[in-house]
């Protein structure tokens, strides 16, 4: 569930620029020749409706936005990391749509006075930058209203909004938590609310976004295996853990516990820039994906012993571990008794899950192939 916000004022410039005009698809051509890939021709429109999309002049524009979407592994963040690296100026952050909920909550709670978002989003996305943001996809009603919020003050500035997702507008924020959309106005408040910052940001999204959708169903993930990883059979799980952390040069040995949020977490082993875990603790435990950005900021590899998902709660924490994990470019080994591609095969996945698991499921055999 790649998603990517882009919030720019575009300002040409030499550089990424000639004539006037963005040459993205220069520079994506460029970047198919270097790593050995052929031009795919759905990335190519995309590429091209990007570029017209910058190049349009501003006041002749109705979109403040751009919205694209489609099937797992189909390019959108290569494309949303290509558009960033190409726009001018020093300007510019990239951000996991997690990461960005954990910073504006962090702001949200310094701030004092009336609408404190504004000055969020004028610390987040001041003018003339560029703001890019990875995998946003709401799952709850906290999420939901702190990104209508966002928003809603992110369209009223002199801004563009560039949106990247593998989910259409209409799935990207499901009915809350598997609840039908009948049920959830006859339940009272929270799902009341939910409702209605669905609708609110979803209308903003029809009115101000240029919606592209990249076709095709080719998945280059499972073919770009590059990562540092593997994936372990559980029975020679111990002895291939511990060949890897004494061969790699990951500092010296800590103690085998970690400290998160004022809890003590074990650790199987533990070295200055490696952990090794087992699923049970970590996953089927109380964390948030705030914790895992915490304690995985700091190491270069997580081995991850005896994966067994078998609670929806355990899934979704080992998505967020594996989303970390993949933003943040770390290496990943895990062991289970279940072969890969059968990961959450003894769980029954409700269907407004199902694209954000396959998602998961493609990012695991990046990692991990």
Request: glycine share 6%; with cysteine.
């Amino acid at each position: 569930m790649t998603l990517a916000i882009a919030t720019l004022r575009f300002k040409l410039e030499s550089g990424a620029h000639q004539n006037g005009q963005m040459q993205l698809l220069t520079a994506y051509e460029q970047s198919c020749s270097k790593n050995g890939y052929l031009p795919d021709p759905a990335q190519i429109e995309v590429v091209r409706r990007l570029e017209r999309f910058a190049d349009a002049p501003r006041t002749n524009r109705r979109a403040k936005g751009l919205y694209l979407w489609g099937n797992v592994g189909r390019g959108k963040t290569m494309l949303m990391d290509l558009f960033y690296e190409q726009f001018p100026g020093p300007r510019k952050r990239r951000i996991h749509f997690h990461a960005l909920m954990r910073e504006v909550r962090d702001r949200l709670a310094a701030e004092t006075g009336p609408n404190p978002m504004r000055r969020v989003v004028s610390a987040l996305a001041p003018e003339n930058s560029l703001l890019c943001i990875d995998e946003m996809h709401i799952t709850d009603v906290d999420n939901a209203l702190i990104v209508e919020l966002l928003l809603t003050e992110l369209l009223k500035t002199h801004l563009v909004v560039v949106t990247t997702s593998n989910f259409s507008p209409d799935d990207l924020m499901p009915d809350a938590v598997g609840i039908s959309r009948a049920s959830i106005e006859d339940s009272g408040k929270p799902g009341q609310l939910f409702l209605a910052s669905r609708n609110e940001t979803l209308r903003m999204i029809d009115d101000s976004f240029e919606l592209v959708r990249i076709e095709g169903e080719r998945d280059y993930r499972s073919r770009s295996a590059t990562r540092d990883g593997r994936y372990i059979a559980a029975s020679n799980a111990d002895r291939e853990f511990e060949q890897i952390v004494r061969a790699g040069d990951f500092g010296d040995r800590c103690p085998n516990v970690i400290e998160i949020s004022g809890r003590t977490i074990p650790c199987v082993e533990r070295y200055e820039r490696a952990i090794w875990w087992n699923y049970d603790v970590v996953c089927e435990g109380a964390f948030s994906y705030r914790d895992y950005l915490e304690v995985l900021g700091e190491v270069d590899l997580l081995l991850l012993g005896n994966v067994n998902v078998r609670s929806l709660d355990g899934a979704r924490r080992f998505a967020w571990l594996v989303e970390v994990i993949y933003d943040l470019g770390k290496s990943l080994v895990v062991s289970s008794s279940l072969p890969r591609d059968a990961v959450f095969s003894n769980l029954e996945v409700p269907d407004h899950m199902m694209l954000e698991f396959a998602r998961v499921a493609s990012r695991l055999e990046e990692l991990t192939g």
